[in-house]
């Protein structure tokens, strides 16, 4: 229905000129004046109609946005003020450009008795419509550089290392064991049973924890995300910290936030008992993009170290899958033989 209410718009609107052209060709200046003056009074009620019309979407949407809720990142607090400012001076800027455009097309309508003043060019004008904005996107330039270092740069020493690993369609977690240091990964020991490539050669990689979908991180500490892809460009999309940063294959990138409000405080404050943190996949990976979602649970430092000490090391789950059945007699009383390839043992 839009695209036929604009294909009506342009079709009506291309016979008016074509109407219009040939007026002049006859020399009936009178119409074309007319239309020039009609012309004037619709780009008025455009500009009147266009301000109208983003205030009551503003207003009827921004309740809507995250902005209401807050950041619920430390850090994000600074990307809140800043994305804030950014659009407090382009909004202050769209608005007096957009009515001095529709006011001077109004005001400055054809008339006989006023000659259209020839303005090729200003040297002072150009130069402050050239330096002011220069100026101003400069400045906000600098305090995004200062805050993307700052989030990318080296996490604080207390801060809770998380490897998260996106591969088409589902995000990967592995926590380091009680030696705090994460194993090494190799994508080519790659197998369904070890789907994101730990190297249990590495005597730190058999007491990490491995878990799906699900992230767990105390509030109040800093988290350093070490972030992998297994297959193409993924992108992990933190909105509610503020914070996106890409998974690239091969080439491992790194972010860090300080989670400030647990996810039970966060639905008392939305008065949504199913609100979740999540992390959504910002960067189009394939058919089920849609699809890639992961969950975020922030709780207290106490709940957090109840979580992990219920968690058993990858190492060991992968042992208790892969280790042999007690063989069951058949009806002569004979047991089977049974066979089991066991991952290397714990040194």
């Known amino acids: ?49 266009g301000l109208i019309g983003a205030w009551y979407c503003n207003d009827l949407y921004y309740g809507k946005t995250l902005f209401i809720q807050g ?34 097309a109004f005001k400055y309508q054809e008339n006989d008795n006023r000659k259209a ?21 400069t400045v906000l330039v600098v305090f995004g550089l ?3 270092f700052k989030i990318t740069g080296d996490a604080p020493k207390n801060a809770i290392v998380v490897e998260v690993t996106g591969h088409q ?26 789907n994101v490539g730990v190297d249990f050669t590495d005597p730190a990689s058999l007491d ?33 910290f503020r914070l996106k940063m890409d998974a690239v294959p091969g080439i491992p990138t790194t972010q860090w936030f300080t989670p400030k409000i647990t996810t039970v405080d966060m639905k008392k404050k939305t008065g949504n008992p199913d609100f979740n943190f999540e992390i959504s996949c910002d960067q189009l990976c394939g058919a089920s993009h849609y699809a890639m979602r992961g969950v975020i649970i922030v709780e207290t430092m ?28 058949d009806s002569n009383g004979t047991k089977p033989a049974v066979t089991a390839q066991l991952l290397p043992a714990k040194k």
Do not use: C
């Open 302 to 329: 106490e709940e957090y170290k109840k979580w992990l000490s219920e968690q058993k090391s990858e190492w060991q789950t992968m042992q208790e899958k892969n280790a042999p059945k007690p063989a069951v007699a």
């Open 169 to 194: 369609f589902a995000w990967e977690f592995r926590y380091p064991g009680a030696d705090n240091t994460l194993g090494k990964t190799n994508f080519k020991l790659y197998t369904p049973t070890n």
């Open 117 to 137: 003043f020839y303005f090729p060019h200003n040297t002072k004008l150009e130069l402050i419509w050239t330096t002011v904005p220069a100026i101003f996107l």
């Open 146 to 148: 200062k805050y993307w």
């Open 208 to 240: 990490d924890i491995h878990v799906n979908t699900t992230m767990h991180i105390p509030v109040g500490v800093p988290v350093k995300m070490v972030i992998h892809s297994l297959d193409v460009i993924h992108d992990v999309g933190l909105p509610h």
């Open 1 to 49: 229905m839009i695209a036929l209410g604009a294909l009506v718009f342009v079709v009506i609107f291309q016979i008016a000129k074509a109407s219009e052209y040939v007026s002049v060709l006859k020399g009936e200046n009178k119409t074309r004046k007319q239309n020039n003056k009609i012309n004037a009074f619709f780009l008025l009620g455009f500009l009147i109609f």
């Open 71 to 104: 950041s619920a990142s430390v850090e994000g607090e600074k990307i809140d003020s800043m994305l804030l400012i950014t659009i407090l001076i382009t909004g202050i800027v769209f608005v007096i450009t957009q009515v001095l455009l529709f006011w001077f």
